[in-house]
Structures are given as C-alpha cells and as structure tokens.
C-alpha cells in the first residue's frame, strides 16, 4: 500500500527530485508550487503525511487533511505547529532533532563576523558603487577574545561553543537545566542566568526555542542591560526579540548592532524597520540550509516516515507528540 508525502514548502523540481531519490518503498511524495492558502488546503486532501519547515500548520489544514495520522517538521523547532490541534485530531508530531545544529551554528559564526567587521554593509556598499573604507557605519571589531553569551545551550548552542574555543574568549551559557561541571569543563563554558550574559556578554546570540516563556526575552529593558559596544545574533526564532524595541535600539545606538535570521513573520513586511539600518545584517531564515547536509536530513525525516507508516512508531528522540 502506498502512502502519500505532502510537502507543505514551495520547494523547486531539483529539489523534489532529490527528494524522491530518497524515498523509502512504499512511499510517494508531492509538494506545494506556493503559500497560496487555497493551494495548501487542496493539496494536503490525500496526504497520509504532511512534511513543513517554515509554513504554519494550524487547525484549519489539519480538518482539510483526514488522512494525515503524521505531521513532520523538516528542522527543529514546532512553535509553527498547533500541537494541540493535532493532538485533538490524532495526529502525531516528530520532527528531525539535531539535523541542523552543525549548519546553524557555522552560520552563526558567520553573522557573528559579518556584523562585527562590516562584511555585510562593505559587500552592498561596494556593490552599489561606493568605495567607502574610512566610513563604515560603526566600528569594526574581533571576534577574537570576546565574551559571547549563548542563551539555549541545545545541540546549536553547544557546537556554535565548540567553534567559538579557537577564539579564546570566555563563553557564558543559559539553559533551563544546567549541565554538570564536567561537560562544563570539556566545553570551556560558564553557566550564568539571563541578566548575568546580557550584562557581561559582548555578543549575544540566541538559539531557545520559541516558548510562552522565551517570548519578547529580549525587550527593550533587555537590550538596555547590554554593553552598549554589544552585538546581538538571533538565529532562533523571530518571537524571541520585540523586533520594534530592537529596531528602537539599534537606532538610538543602545547596541552596537545586530544580526537576524529569522522574523516575528516571515517572509517580513514591506518596510520592516530592521532592514533599512545600516547595523543590521539580516538574511532570509536559510541558517539551517546547507546542500552537503541535505541528505542527512531528509534520510533522518523519511527514516521517521517509514517507521512510523509501518506501525513502528517515531524514535523517542524525534517524537514531540
């Protein structure tokens, strides 16, 4: 018996090739060709399987999908998902847990030195003509020897510390649960509370998960507790940082800057205040997309997939519920 795959991420035919290459037996796969609301409730009617990164699933697309009994997130993080609407219709939630930490945390590095050395302001000043070396919008610094604060010490958190120990600067980190004092140790980090890191830290970087408790952590009052000569790096979620009390004080120069992946709404509206300044470095939520990663990721994913259609169910560490 076959089940059917729906892929909720407008995705391109080099890609959904690639895809099916990957298919376990047994299993076919289709894919959205737009955010079209319309086009998302048509498509998911047959699916056995629905498959989202960055598309909302919310209770109305569950009711347009009767047959979907698995909802997989293609990442991590579920804050896009109505967990409870899916509970409330049967369907089980997985998702690819720890697929994407090496690309995320390499990425954030690369925020990290293209906000503090101007890389990404002298590229798009340059591209448009302008040969300015003598001034640049803020001044340029090293990462080098530089106290970076991490909040969310999951897989992203601990490789982007891993990375960083090359630098030689000190690394505080924030969890729900701290770890213990040897892996403290091997890791070359010091746990401190969220006040402690945003006073201390000269880059600030932010991989939690988007929570009732992580939401606007950091607001202005938050951002105004930070070293005016401090960077912030947001690769978690959009909802993590009050973007208008950000651009607020970025403006106002309260930080010296910061670096964004990922938006309260995405795709961002026209006008969106962070993109007009000039100490921002901002990129369309493609952290976790890395090409020799691909197929790692989506054999994790279809992995679940085949599982889970067996009547074997979704390795505990991927299921959320």
């Known amino acids: 018996m076959t089940s059917k795959i729906v892929v909720l991420d407008p995705i391109s035919a080099e890609t959904a090739r690639r895809m099916r290459g990957l298919l376990p037996p047994g299993l076919v796969l289709e894919h959205a060709e737009g955010r079209d609301r319309a086009h998302l409730l048509a498509i998911v009617a047959e699916a056995d399987v629905i498959i989202s990164g960055q598309i909302p699933v919310d209770a109305e697309l569950l009711r347009a999908a009767p047959r979907a009994r698995l909802l997989h997130k293609w990442g991590v993080g579920v804050d896009n998902f109505d967990l409870e609407a899916a509970r409330a219709q049967g369907v089980t939630v997985a998702r690819t847990t720890g697929s994407n930490a090496m690309p995320v945390a390499e990425f954030t590095l690369g925020l990290m030195i293209a ?3 101007n890389l990404a302001w002298g590229h798009c000043s340059l591209r448009g003509g302008e040969w300015r070396n003598t001034t640049m919008p ?21 490789n982007v510390a891993r990375l960083l120990a090359p630098f030689g600067g000190m690394i505080l980190y924030n969890k729900t ?9 091997a890791l070359g980090v010091r746990h401190a509370t969220v006040p402690e890191l945003l006073r201390e830290a000269d880059v600030v970087s932010l991989h939690c998960p988007l929570t009732p408790q992580t939401q606007n952590l950091i607001d ?14 947001n690769v978690a979620r959009g909802g993590v940082v009050n973007e208008q009390d950000l651009a607020e004080a970025l403006r106002a120069r309260e930080i010296l800057g910061a670096a964004t992946d990922v938006y309260e709404t995405e795709p961002p509206p026209a006008g969106h205040p962070l993109l007009a300044l000039d100490n921002v470095v901002a990129t369309p939520h493609i952290a976790a997309m890395a090409a020799d990663n691909f197929e790692k990721t989506i054999n994790q994913m279809f992995r679940n997939v085949a599982l889970f259609v067996r009547g074997e169910g979704v390795p505990p560490s991927d299921f959320v519920g």
Do not use: N, Y
């Open 115 to 117: 906000l503090l050395r």
């Open 138 to 158: 803020k001044p340029s610094f090293m990462l080098s020897g530089k106290t970076v604060g991490i909040i969310g010490f999951g897989a992203i958190g601990k």
């Open 177 to 185: 649960s701290r770890l213990d004092p040897a892996e403290e140790k």
């Open 220 to 233: 202005r009052a938050a951002l105004q507790s930070m070293k005016r000569s401090a960077v912030l790096i």
